[in-house]
């Protein structure tokens, strides 16, 4: 079946730091790729999405590729804030209309 | 603001009881899901419906229960509730009731159910 494998946090980091949660994928034909969001208190939030290979989804300076040949959607982020701090979720939907999501990467970010 | 709309935000019940969670999915979406979070299963479906009908269906127990109304409005039923079904549970929304080219899902803030 599908499957989402997300990296285990937490990740800290500085602020103005490079970000990279990774994120790879098991599943059957052609998935379409999400990264969503969880801010402390509040609900999820989709951040970003990649429909087909090599796209890239970008978002608030968030950026992941599909990356077929390597199955993996890893999140990036040039230079973190302390409002980033979140938990971050992988996630997939192929040939079924709900998404399989990974485990979450909780991100802690320090001034 | 996703859109999705959903009450209670939070909600404090015994064992044994039933409560009803009640969502309304952005404007002009069809389907309706429903995900539990808890911290030790993470994020799991549970159900979805189309346009009223059921769709898919998860790892929703025979204690809960689910359907969605002509306004397309959905209510989750949760019943004999037990101490372990205390989590946030989110309804969700979109368009299309299938997969296509990125069939975006959009969530609630969710509600916390927590049972005493």
């Known amino acids: 079946g599908d499957s989402v494998t997300q990296m285990e946090g937490p990740v800290t980091l500085s602020e103005e730091a490079f970000l990279t949660i990774n994120c790879t994928y098991t599943?059957?034909?052609?998935?379409?790729l999400f990264w969503y969001v969880q801010y402390p208190g509040e609900g999820l939030q989709l951040l970003l999405k990649?429909?087909?290979?090599?796209d890239k989804g970008s978002n608030k300076g968030f950026e992941a590729t599909y990356r077929k040949e390597t199955t993996s959607f890893h999140l990036e982020k040039g230079s973190v804030q302390v409002s980033d701090s979140a938990v971050y979720f992988c996630?997939?939907?192929?040939?079924?209309?709900?998404?399989?999501f990974g485990k979450g990467t909780m991100l802690l970010v320090s001034p | 603001d996703s859109g999705v709309t959903q009450t209670p935000k939070h909600l404090i019940t015994a064992t044994g009881q039933r409560v009803t969670l009640r969502c309304s999915p952005r404007?002009?979406?069809?389907?309706v899901y429903w995900y539990q979070q808890s911290l030790d299963q993470g994020l799991q479906f549970l159900i979805q419906?189309?346009?009223?009908?059921?769709?898919a269906k998860g790892n929703i127990l025979e204690r809960f229960s689910a359907q969605q109304f002509p306004d397309l409005h959905s209510e989750l039923n949760l019943s004999s509730l037990e101490l372990g079904d205390s989590a946030l549970y989110f309804c969700?929304?979109?368009?299309?009731?299938?997969?296509?080219?990125?069939?975006?899902?959009?969530f609630g803030e969710g509600s916390w159910l927590t049972v005493v």
């Open positions: 969700a929304s979109s368009v299309a009731g299938t997969t296509s080219s990125g069939n975006t899902i959009y």
């Open positions: 599943a059957t034909g052609y998935p379409s």
């Open positions: 990649a429909t087909k290979a090599d």
């Open positions: 996630a997939l939907n192929s040939g079924y209309s709900t998404l399989t």
């Open positions: 404007s002009g979406d069809l389907s």
């Open positions: 419906y189309y346009n009223g009908e059921e769709r």
